[in-house]
């Protein structure tokens, strides 16, 4: 959203043809051109005097009710005043407020924007064509590469070959750092020495994985939030390198949501592909390719959709499979059967079921039994599917599902309810979504099981061929922004799991934990250290172990939303490496000067080539604060 605002479209025209449909889908294939754009800063957006008349009484009608006092996720109003107005904004048009910003103008949103976060629009002025890369030599693949979100199809993000020892990893120093407008939610894949990056402000980089530099970037109207994934494919492009990725939602009332191939040398577009349809729709998770396919997980924010009078839900979790050699959809299964008319509503609207099931994370793959695992979200209706918060195995020639096992029964969870109008009937579910891909672990003794963490902080370890329940476990209390909320990783041997707690009050527990996966026992677990944050007051200032944590033969790295980033020793959790990315201010190899950094949330480290890869300044609701700009840091031994 940020990065599209410094475009040459006057703002409120973008942001009404973003709110009303009339973008087109295809995105503007300007690559090369784009990337020898200089950013100029934004005009000036209303000022907070200007906000004032027109927001504060907007905020009391539209907003105040979930946000003064805070009621459930909803950061308060502190919170809310530690986000940029770019990430109000980006949250209103493009995010999970968006049902809630229904029938406002866009310069009502500004002003909202403004009013909210109670700072004026500021974007620096970033000149990336200062730094593009003398030559883009063709990208060479090594046994260090680190591929979409969990570098491999187990699921394990587990770096075999990292370059780096138990000597090296305390010398782990900042060796560059490359900022971009719009929050960072992708993670890094590094192919050789190519790195590729998405964002939700629209830009797709290629950078040079050593120094930071730009191959390429590739400016999609939709921003992305998948991580990317790369690959080899003679003729598929001209390069025979491709990247893939999904936009970050379908656009308008039809809300068509696109998978784009580029060549992954250049960032021209091979081709895109409609892949699913809902006013809703939003793609998270990322694709893993196997065997000539790209299995996408479909996911949506109709959670958000209760505020909407003309009735609600009908989106329901998919996972879809692509032909790469065809580029056609070969299957689409959805994970519970298709919504039907239930009832009205209180003003009228039509109320369906049953919805839900959202597909957050990237899908695991066990080549041995033919299958996709995944785990699904909770129910937007009081319609039992059976399939909202469950285990899924899909059978990866026909999508067929093989076997569900559902955790959590009930689970009908609506953002603003039970006080909004399209809401479930009866209690309100405690949104134990899963977001955390599964792990697919052999044991000793050859048996193989698969893993998962639920926002519930249980972790459940179930039968690959039946999806029995062998054991399961309480990391801690659990809540709506976890429990397990993002990821787990393995080397193999253990299970290293995040447990966020965030809203869990004095009863929760967050930590970075390790597990037997024969057992679910636990063989160590570390608290994050409670340290003063540089970029939030002591009030929103939380040490919360919420990202996906990464792991490499020894050692297990994972970030917490203070802004930390640390290398755990795997047998007993010592803390042999602890960063503050907030502690210091950077100047960026494209020319931002004084960046500070921020929370670091939902991807977790990347391990490649003796490096060490991390964002700071994660914009979102899990999170308290944040940057318009974000920073990726990029580590290396001393530095150099
Ligand atoms: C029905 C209740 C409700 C209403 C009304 C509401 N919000 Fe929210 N808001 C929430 C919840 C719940 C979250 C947390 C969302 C999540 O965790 O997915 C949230 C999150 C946010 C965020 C953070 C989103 C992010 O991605 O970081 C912003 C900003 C925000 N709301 C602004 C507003 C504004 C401005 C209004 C008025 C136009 C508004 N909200 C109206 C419930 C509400």
């Known amino acids: 959203m940020a990065l599209r605002l410094v475009k040459t479209i006057a703002a409120p025209l973008l942001l009404s043809a973003l709110m009303f449909g009339s973008v087109s889908a295809q995105p503007d294939n300007a690559g090369e051109a784009a990337a020898a754009t200089v950013f100029t800063p934004v005009a000036p957006g209303p000022t907070l005097a200007a906000a004032g008349p027109v927001a504060a009484p907007l905020f009391a009608s539209k907003c105040a009710g979930c946000h003064e006092p805070a009621s459930g996720r909803a950061p308060d109003r502190e919170q809310l005043r530690a986000r940029p107005p770019e990430a109000v904004l980006d949250a209103l048009t493009d995010g999970v407020m968006r049902a809630q910003a229904e029938g406002l103008t866009p310069q009502q949103i500004r002003s909202l924007a403004v009013f909210v976060a109670n700072k004026t629009f500021s974007l620096p002025n970033t000149r990336l064509a200062d730094n593009m890369?003398?030559?883009?030599?063709?990208?060479?693949?090594?046994?260090?590469?680190?591929?979409?979100?969990?570098?491999?199809?187990?699921?394990?993000?587990?770096?075999?070959?990292?370059?780096?020892?138990?000597?090296?990893?305390?010398?782990?120093?900042?060796?560059?750092?490359?900022?971009?407008?719009?929050?960072?939610?992708?993670?890094?894949?590094?192919?050789?020495?190519?790195?590729?990056?998405?964002?939700?402000?629209?830009?797709?980089?290629?950078?040079?994985?050593?120094?930071?530099?730009?191959?390429?970037?590739?400016?999609?109207?939709?921003?992305?939030?998948?991580?990317?994934?790369?690959?080899?494919?003679?003729?598929?492009?001209?390069?025979?390198?491709?990247?893939?990725?999904?936009?970050?939602?379908?656009?308008?009332?039809?809300?068509?949501?696109?998978?784009?191939?580029?060549?992954?040398?250049?960032?021209?577009?091979?081709?895109?592909?409609?892949?699913?349809?809902?006013?809703?729709?939003?793609?998270?998770?990322?694709?893993?390719?196997?065997?000539?396919?790209?299995?996408?997980?479909?996911?949506?924010?109709?959670?958000?959709?209760?505020?909407?009078?003309?009735?609600?839900?009908?989106?329901?979790?998919?996972?879809?499979?692509?032909?790469?050699?065809?580029?056609?959809?070969?299957?689409?299964?959805?994970?519970?059967?298709?919504?039907?008319?239930?009832?009205?509503?209180?003003?009228?609207?039509?109320?369906?079921?049953?919805?839900?099931?959202?597909?957050?994370?990237?899908?695991?793959?066990?080549?041995?039994?033919?299958?996709?695992?995944?785990?699904?979200?909770?129910s937007y209706s009081e319609i039992e599917s059976g399939r909202a918060d469950a285990i899924e195995a899909f059978d990866l020639a026909t999508g067929q599902i093989k076997w569900a096992t559902q955790v959590t029964a009930g689970d009908n969870y609506m953002s603003g309810c039970p006080r909004a109008v399209s809401c479930p009937l009866g209690a309100a579910g405690p949104d134990f979504d899963f977001g955390a891909s599964p792990v697919l672990v052999t044991l000793p003794d050859g048996h193989d099981i698969v893993t998962i963490g639920q926002k519930s902080s249980f972790v459940y370890a179930v039968d690959p061929d039946t999806g029995r329940m062998i054991w399961k476990k309480a990391m801690g209390a659990g809540s709506p922004l976890g429990g397990v909320e993002w990821g787990m990783a393995s080397d193999g041997r253990f299970l290293f799991v995040a447990n966020s707690d965030q809203l869990a009050g004095t009863r929760g527990d967050s930590g970075l934990i390790a597990l037997n996966p024969a057992n679910g026992e636990t063989i160590w677990r570390v608290p994050p250290p409670k340290v003063s944050c540089h970029f939030l007051t002591s009030q929103t200032c939380r040490n919360i172990q919420s990202a996906a944590p990464s792991a490499m033969p020894g050692f297990v790295f994972a970030g917490t939303t203070d802004g930390r980033i640390r290398a755990y020793q795997a047998r007993d959790g010592k803390i042999v490496w602890d960063f503050d990315t907030t502690g210091q201010t950077y100047n960026t190899v494209n020319g931002v000067k004084n960046q500070p950094g921020g929370n670091i949330d939902v991807g977790g480290p990347v391990i490649a080539g003796s490096m060490v890869y991390t964002m700071s300044g994660y914009v979102g609701p899990a999170t308290s604060g944040g940057n318009a700009v974000n920073v990726l840091l990029a580590f290396s031994v001393d530095g150099k």
């Open 133 to 378: 890369c003398r030559t883009n030599p063709v990208i060479r693949p090594t046994a260090s590469s680190w591929s979409g979100w969990a570098n491999g199809l187990a699921g394990h993000r587990f770096q075999p070959n990292p370059g780096l020892t138990a000597t090296s990893i305390p010398k782990l120093k900042v060796k560059w750092a490359f900022a971009y407008p719009g929050s960072a939610y992708g993670q890094p894949t590094v192919i050789g020495d190519h790195l590729f990056i998405s964002s939700s402000g629209g830009a797709i980089y290629s950078l040079d994985a050593k120094t930071g530099c730009v191959h390429w970037r590739h400016d999609a109207p939709v921003g992305a939030r998948t991580t990317l994934i790369v690959e080899h494919r003679p003729g598929a492009s001209p390069s025979g390198w491709v990247a893939y990725y999904g936009d970050l939602r379908g656009i308008g009332a039809q809300g068509v949501g696109h998978y784009y191939a580029l060549d992954a040398m250049t960032g021209a577009q091979v081709w895109s592909l409609e892949i699913d349809r809902h006013p809703y729709l939003r793609f998270t998770g990322s694709p893993v390719i196997f065997r000539d396919r790209l299995y996408i997980p479909i996911s949506s924010l109709e959670e958000g959709g209760g505020s909407t009078a003309s009735g609600c839900c009908t989106f329901t979790g998919a996972i879809a499979a692509v032909d790469l050699k065809t580029h056609t959809i070969v299957w689409k299964s959805r994970v519970m059967e298709t919504p039907h008319p239930t009832r009205k509503n209180a003003q009228g609207g039509q109320m369906y079921g049953p919805a839900g099931g959202a597909i957050w994370m990237s899908p695991t793959i066990d080549a041995k039994r033919n299958a996709l695992y995944v785990g699904t979200g909770d």
